[in-house]
């Protein structure tokens, strides 16, 4: 069931749990992590960076096409969308979300840009994320840590003025691999300073990968309810395909392994994140836009 992003979230927010938001790269990994959804009755959001694939409408139409039929519900976003273009090409392309990523920017022109999206996006029923603070990446990650964590008087200002549906945090995680030796260190009273100040908006956490699952599991249960995950499936494919008889089967096995290494991966961060059995009922809204709005069970 293809689902806006806000009716997901809303509905983690208000049931404590977050949702797995892993970034899809083909059809074939955006059809084992349907299936991964649909095994553990858990909503989905399926994210999608520009630049991943040679063609956003070709991969856009196929991911709302596998979200229509799904048992589960599922939101398609655009991932981390640093050109007005690019994001009005994915709405153009059917996705129920973007994320417009100003973070790098200074506070006010953050505001003015991703205000200006939200005016386009939620004339049509489309769901907007944005970041404040900036989450880093992890190959500088003594550097990128305490860059710019979010400010939680910022976080007030900025979706008081700009009404986004969700936000991305910048809590001490980082987007990409760790090096040896390194973990992230989650700075959790920032995180439930900014919940208690926004209780009622959903709160995003960026570059997950490699943070311990216990710490995983205590921000889903203090607000954060949307998860990108990108780099362990990743390592989850390779792992598959490393553990698979490739020689036996010959290298017609290549892609079944590589699929069912993603999908073994995401199926872990999805009982990690507390949102298995959590998919809930959705009813037409009978909009042009073909999308649905929930109605929980």
Same mark, same amino acid.
């Given at each position: 069931m293809?689902?806006?992003?806000?009716?997901?979230?809303?509905?983690?927010?208000k049931?404590? !749990?977050a949702?797995?938001?892993?970034?899809?790269?083909?059809?074939?990994d955006?059809?084992?992590?349907?299936e991964?959804?649909?095994?553990?009755?858990?909503? +989905?959001?399926l994210?999608?960076?520009?630049?991943?694939?040679?063609?956003?409408?070709?991969?856009?139409?196929?991911?709302?096409?596998?979200?229509?039929?799904?048992?589960?519900?599922?939101?398609?976003?655009?991932d981390?969308?640093?050109d007005?273009? !690019?994001?009005l090409?994915?709405?153009?392309?059917? &996705?129920?979300?973007?994320?417009v990523?100003?973070s790098?920017?200074? &506070?006010?022109d953050?505001?003015?840009?991703v205000?200006?999206?939200?005016?386009?996006?939620?004339?049509i029923?489309?769901s907007?994320?944005?970041?404040?603070g900036?989450? @880093?990446?992890?190959?500088? !990650?003594?550097?990128?840590?305490?860059?710019?964590?979010t400010?939680?008087?910022?976080?007030?200002e900025f979706?008081?003025?700009?009404?986004?549906?969700? +936000?991305?945090?910048?809590?001490?995680?980082?987007?990409?691999a760790?090096?040896?030796?390194?973990?992230?260190?989650?700075?959790?009273?920032?995180?439930?300073e900014i919940?208690?100040?926004?209780p009622?908006?959903?709160?995003?956490?960026?570059?997950?990968?490699?943070?311990?699952?216990?710490?995983?599991?205590?921000?889903?249960?203090?607000?954060?309810?949307?998860?990108?995950i990108?780099?362990?499936?990743?390592? @989850?494919?390779?792992d598959?395909?490393?553990?698979?008889?490739?020689?036996?089967?010959g290298?017609?096995?290549? !892609?079944?392994?590589?699929?069912? @290494?993603?999908?073994k991966?995401?199926?872990?961060?999805?009982?990690?994140y507390?949102?298995?059995?959590?998919?809930?009922?959705?009813?037409?809204?009978? +909009?042009?836009? @073909?999308?649905?709005?929930m109605?929980?069970?």
């Open positions: 293809l689902v806006s992003m806000k009716e997901i979230l809303e509905h983690a927010n049931n404590s !749990y949702v797995a938001a892993p970034n899809v790269v083909t059809e074939l955006t059809r084992a992590f349907i991964a959804a649909e095994e553990l009755n858990a909503p +989905l959001i994210d999608f960076a520009y630049g991943m694939h040679p063609d956003i409408h070709f991969l856009g139409k196929i991911c709302t096409m596998l979200a229509e039929q799904s048992s589960v519900p599922i939101a398609v976003n655009f981390h969308g640093a007005k273009k !690019y994001i090409e994915a709405i153009q392309s059917g &996705f129920t979300s973007v994320m990523d100003r790098s920017l200074p &506070f006010e953050n505001v003015r840009e205000k200006e999206i939200v005016d386009i996006a939620h004339n029923g489309i907007v994320e944005a970041e404040l900036h989450v @880093g990446q992890a190959n500088n !990650y003594e550097n990128d840590r305490n860059a710019a964590l400010s939680v008087e910022e976080a007030k979706v008081k003025r700009t009404d986004v549906d969700c +936000l991305a945090v910048a809590i001490g995680t980082a987007h990409g760790y090096p040896k030796g390194f973990k992230p260190e989650i700075d959790f009273k920032r995180l439930k919940k208690d100040a926004l009622d908006l959903p709160l995003v956490l960026h570059g997950s990968s490699g943070t311990d699952l216990d710490s995983l599991r205590k921000v889903c249960s203090m607000g954060i309810n949307k998860v990108n990108a780099n362990d499936v990743c390592r @989850g494919a390779v598959g395909l490393k553990n698979a008889d490739l020689e036996g089967s290298a017609y096995d290549v !892609y079944r392994a590589a699929r069912e @290494g993603a999908k991966v995401l199926m872990e961060m999805i009982e990690v507390g949102s298995v059995n959590k998919a809930f009922d959705v009813k037409p809204k009978g +909009l042009c836009t @073909g999308m649905t709005s109605e929980e069970k």
